[in-house]
């Protein structure tokens, strides 16, 4: 088994609709991320979290938000997904804020 | 400019032959660098981390870091097709941050 492991993989939403992705690890890690990655611009920064009560955006916050439910659980919510949120979705962990071990990634498609 | 730039590529190199990736960043203070190998569709995968000046070598691959120019280098000797990937170079920027800048990746394409 992954031991980052996020879900759905794949999803396909309308404009205007409410999605969450799941993210959850096994690894104990108190530091966990969440990433876009588009064509030619690479991996950007969501939001990051420390621990359950800590709580960071990063580079590309507008339009997302995220619940830390756990030290194992980092969730990603789009409160109304629009075209352009149309990306691959990475959630990393790390122990140490050096190394990040990532998940599988979710496809989201908005349509 | 971009905080963490490497040229998109691809670079395509002879079966085992050196292939060389480049990546330089602007964050003077920046401490930790690493690079990361991502297959089309998969996520990036860890394979070498560096903190000091100078080359740090693991198996094929070489890592080479240079502060004083602010890049950071990696070499894979004895190029295979299955290196065939992109490959992201990723800083840790100096202060408190405990957050990844990643450059936008090079394609690496080895041809048999």
């Known amino acids: 088994d992954a031991d980052v492991t996020q879900t759905p993989r794949n999803r396909i939403t309308k404009t205007g609709k409410r999605i969450m992705l799941e993210c959850s690890q096994t690894?104990?890690?108190?530091?966990m991320y969440w990433y876009r990655q588009d064509p030619g611009l690479g991996l950007r920064l969501i939001y990051y979290?420390?621990?359950?009560?800590?709580?960071n955006k990063g580079e590309i916050s507008d339009g997302y938000s995220v619940s830390r439910q756990a030290q194992a659980k980092f969730s990603l919510s789009l409160e109304s997904a629009i075209p352009n949120q149309t990306a691959l979705y990475f959630c990393?962990?790390?122990?140490?804020?050096?190394?990040?071990?990532f998940g599988q990634g979710t496809r989201l498609t908005v349509v | 400019q971009k905080e963490v730039e490497q040229n998109s590529g691809p670079l395509s190199v002879p079966e085992g032959a050196i292939a060389s990736l480049n990546c330089t960043y602007s964050?003077?203070?920046?401490?930790?660098f690493f690079w990361y190998r991502q297959y089309s569709g998969k996520s990036p995968e860890l394979i070498m981390s560096?903190?000091?000046?100078g080359d740090k070598e693991d198996g094929r691959f070489t890592a080479q870091l240079n502060k004083a120019s602010q890049y950071v280098s990696l070499l894979i000797r004895d190029s295979q097709p299955s290196d065939s990937a992109t490959y992201l170079c990723?800083?840790?920027?100096?202060?408190?941050?405990?957050?990844?800048?990643f450059g936008t990746g090079t394609l690496l394409a080895v041809q048999p």
């Open positions: 690894k104990g890690h108190d530091r």
């Open positions: 990393a962990t790390s122990d140490d804020g050096q190394k990040a071990f």
């Open positions: 990723a800083v840790r920027p100096g202060g408190a941050t405990n957050k990844l800048i």
């Open positions: 560096i903190y000091s000046n």
């Open positions: 964050d003077r203070g920046s401490q930790s």
């Open positions: 979290s420390f621990d359950v009560k800590d709580i």
